[in-house]
């Protein structure tokens, strides 16, 4: 793969950190995990399973718009701004500054893991960069939504949008604001907010909403904010290694995705550096993570979708609700011109399938392998998805196999191997990790280079 190609053509190898023959020090010590469609692909079980291989891990965007699952041990636990990496051992989490935390949910999310049997508090780094969702947010996320009507864009109601707004126009408070005047900032930031909210005839009750959030502030303060850009940085100089984990994804990118029903974050592997302060030199494997299939909640356009009696299946079969809104996702069949996009705009050096176990039942599987737009067919991801796009079909024979028992590689029918091979000469990279079911245990890891 790209990866271990450029490697080989230098002659060096990697981690922690390698010299190359040319005589200067070059550091591939940090790693990006990140979803390739509409999200919810499963970045959470596997930052979990890779995450034994790794000194840090790392959140570089998003917030609590996210829902990341893990099953292990019969237990199953959605986290929405804690990094997926919690869960194993003295690892060292960050919650980076890309990242748009409410300290509301958070507080919420402490103390659910708390009440498990995992307590957060001395192994999670917070960001002082990371901006602050503040109440007035999330009305004005709901505010701005109501506005749009028909158009709206289904966002998750977590006030995403309006804090990054907030951010671009310079006008945010970051967690690092909690240590110096905070209330002043705090009022003046609400007072613009809600002439914003007046003026669009919104009504709300502010004061629970803040009596919640303030309760979070007193959480918040329990964890070390720190520099993250330094610590991360003195990590990797210290030989230790990253892993990044992505939140929503390629599809939903401000930047690349189907815009405008997008999230507000640059979702993409080039947000990892803006969202941790690590150097784009640093990156070494691209993991892009995607469904053997395709969902995507909320609106916006989804060439794949399948409003039929298949469509329903892969929403039964895969339990394709919300981890967090609970919201029915709707379900379709993979699309390569999107994910083929994705994996350029990313540098992806591996893939990870998931879910392959929600399609053992069907006779065949439809891949999307083009786009015919206006009549003319072809493999380029247009500017815009919004309208007449068709898309064009390969049909594979399914596997008709239990596969969320299969333990190994080699137990693989044949069928499932050849859709296997399909993709990968599809995708031109090759797929690291298969996952077979919802536990841990249940992934198959094809290849350790
Ligand atoms: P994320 O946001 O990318 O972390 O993904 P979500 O957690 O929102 O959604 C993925 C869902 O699929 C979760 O309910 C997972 O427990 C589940 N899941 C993950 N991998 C597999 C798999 O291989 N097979 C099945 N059946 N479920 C899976
Ligand atoms: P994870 O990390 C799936 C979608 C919303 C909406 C759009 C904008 O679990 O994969 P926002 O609240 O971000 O302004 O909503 O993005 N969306 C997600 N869809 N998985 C997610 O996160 C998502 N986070 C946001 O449904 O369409
Ligand atoms: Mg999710």
Redesign the pocket.
Known sequence: MSNSGIHEADGCSIRPLFVCHKGFHKQMNVDVLL?LQW???????VVDVLTPEYDLVCRFQGGPN??????FNGQ?Y?LRSVP?GIFQGGKVNIIGNGVVLDPALFKAEVEQLKASGHPLTNRLLISKKAHLILPTHRLLDAANEAAKGNSKIGTTGKGIGPTYTDKISRNGLRVGDLLDNFDAKYKAAIARHETILHQMNFSYDLAPLEKTWFEGIECLKEFTFIDSEHYINQALKAGKSVLCEG?QGTMLDVDFGSYPFVTSSNTICAGACTGLGVAPRSIGNVYG?FKAYCTRVGSGPFPTELFDETGQALRD???EY??VTGRPRRCGWVDLVALRYAIMINGVTDLIM?????MDNFDTIKACVAYRVKGVETEDFPFDINEGVEPVYTEIPGWKTDM?HVQSENEFPEEFNNYLSFLEDELGVRIKIV????DRE?TIIRYND
């Open positions: 979803g999200g919810d692909e499963g970045k959470g079980k996210a829902g990341h699952t893990l099953e199953k959605v997926s939140a993570i079969n895969g339990h919300g981890s998931m879910k392959s176990d929600v969320s996952s077979v079911g919802p249940q």
